[in-house]
């Protein structure tokens, strides 16, 4: 969860990761690579044998992550040879750097069909309509948008890929506004941190929906990100963005008690054997920051942590169990920074509301997600694979998105069950890298403006 610098307006602006924009152009043609034919050009049956090829890894990626996928795993499921695969692309990181670039002309399309950016009805049903196309191209594309971001940590092609599209889209945006009240110096920051959880969100919403069906459709949840994200830009327009919905309280969502490595397993044991538990903790965070959660074994957790297989399963049942212990104890900092979020005043309130103690807020909670973001990652990937994780995951999210929604109740307005995902998805982009003043203040913006619907200009 890192930022990419990029430049705009002849300044620099630390740019939140947009996962959605992430990838250069595929090419238009398609030819097989040299020196596996003299003739390089494809047929029928040589586009079909590529599209398979991506098909696979759409299904490869997103069933077991991207970095234990394999050739021979792309190949299997093609139901071609590796020799075959090679005649198209030259490793999986080709593979994944094609599929970003067919996310790229479908975002950057769905942009381009933007209409006016205006503060009235007409443009927030073009916000809105936005919406929809990109919520069809991530459930798409979904596998994609889990694995780019971690893939592209790693490789600097694909993360400068990741900063051309976003600068690209960012600008697009930015030139379909017609009469923001946002400093023109504030637009490029507020919308990167915008275009980020938009992608979020969605991400947010299905794991969400897995657990609750009902009670987040997503058509709910499109209208709130609209209204957040036409907010921020124009600020609150009764009648226009603030609308509310007419739904059942959203349920609530617990953990599985039934799960072992219950939070307090720890305290209940010796000193030896707290310091035992300890430096398995501490080999499992290394570990699975290192290789991910799928690239992990026990054996390698036990050999980090200089014990043996054995041991290591008196005090885990298994690798899900180790991931969910540090997940959980990653929660305790973020949850009590979560919880001190500054109140916003009751409408008609007296009470004063401060920007600065909003911004000294953001810098706190930077710090802890920054410090938690590696467990954060890896429980991200776990989810998406392991049912009994999901289900937690479900829980964090939801303990989450409670909190967020009380703390958008006293504004009087709007969705608060489904804004507070797009408040959680903001603050989970903004959180997961080091920012700068330039995006401190577009965060700042974004939550006063989009979603409190205070300071009506920069």
């Not at 490029?188 to 947010?204: E, K, M, N, P, Q």
């Amino acid at each position: 969860m890192t930022s990419d610098p990029t430049r705009s307006a002849g300044r620099p602006v630390d740019r939140a990761p947009i996962v959605d924009a992430a990838g250069a152009s595929a090419p238009e043609s398609i030819a097989r690579r040299v020196p596996f034919a003299d003739n390089p050009t494809v047929g029928q049956r040589g586009r079909l044998t590529q599209q398979r090829i991506v098909a696979a890894a759409l299904q490869v990626f997103g069933e077991g992550g991207y970095h234990t996928a394999s050739i021979a795993d792309l190949a299997r499921r093609a139901g071609c040879s590796r020799v075959a695969f090679y005649q198209y692309f030259s490793s999986k990181e080709d593979v994944l750097r094609y599929l970003a670039g067919q996310v790229t002309r479908q975002v950057g399309a769905s942009v381009e069909a933007l209409g006016p950016l205006t503060p009235d009805a007409a443009g927030w049903a073009a916000i809105r309509e936005w919406v929809e196309r990109y919520a069809d191209i991530y459930e798409h594309f979904g596998a994609v948008f889990h694995v780019f971001e971690s893939a592209a940590r790693e490789t600097p092609s694909l993360k400068a890929l990741n900063v051309q599209a976003a600068t690209a889209n960012i600008a697009l945006i930015r030139s379909r506004l017609t009469a923001t009240t946002l400093a023109p110096h504030d637009a490029d920051g507020v919308i990167g941190l915008l275009l980020g959880a938009t992608a979020r969100t969605f991400y947010s919403a299905e794991i969400l929906r897995r657990a609750a069906p009902r009670a987040y459709p997503r058509a709910r949840v499109d209208d709130a990100l609209a209204d957040v994200i036409h907010r921020a830009l124009f600020g609150l327009i009764p009648d226009v963005n603030a609308r509310g919905r007419d739904t059942d309280a959203a349920p609530l969502i617990d953990f599985d008690r039934r799960a072992a490595g219950a939070p307090g397993q720890r305290s209940a044991l010796t000193d030896a054997a707290r310091a035992t538990y300890d430096a398995l903790l501490s080999a499992g965070y290394e570990v699975f920051t290192k290789r991910g959660y799928h690239g992990a074994r026990v054996d390698d957790v036990a050999e980090a942590a200089g014990l043996s297989h054995g041991i290591f399963y008196r005090y885990f049942a298994n690798k899900a169990d180790l991931a969910r212990t540090l997940v959980l104890a990653a929660m305790a900092p973020l949850s009590g920074t979560l919880a001190a979020i500054p109140t916003p005043p009751a409408p008609g309130s007296e009470q004063a509301w401060s920007t600065e103690t909003l911004r000294d807020w953001l810098r706190t909670y930077n710090k802890i997600q920054v410090s938690e973001a590696g467990i954060i990652r890896i429980w991200i990937d776990a989810t998406l694979h392991e049912a009994a994780l999901g289900t937690d995951a479900a829980a964090a999210l939801d303990w989450g998105r409670r909190q967020l929604a009380h703390f958008l109740v006293p504004r009087g307005f709007g969705d608060v069950d489904a804004e507070a995902i797009v408040t959680m998805a903001l603050l989970d982009v903004f959180g997961g890298g080091h920012r700068s003043a330039e995006t401190l203040e577009a965060a700042a913006l974004v939550i006063e403006r989009g979603l409190l619907g205070t300071r009506q200009s920069s």
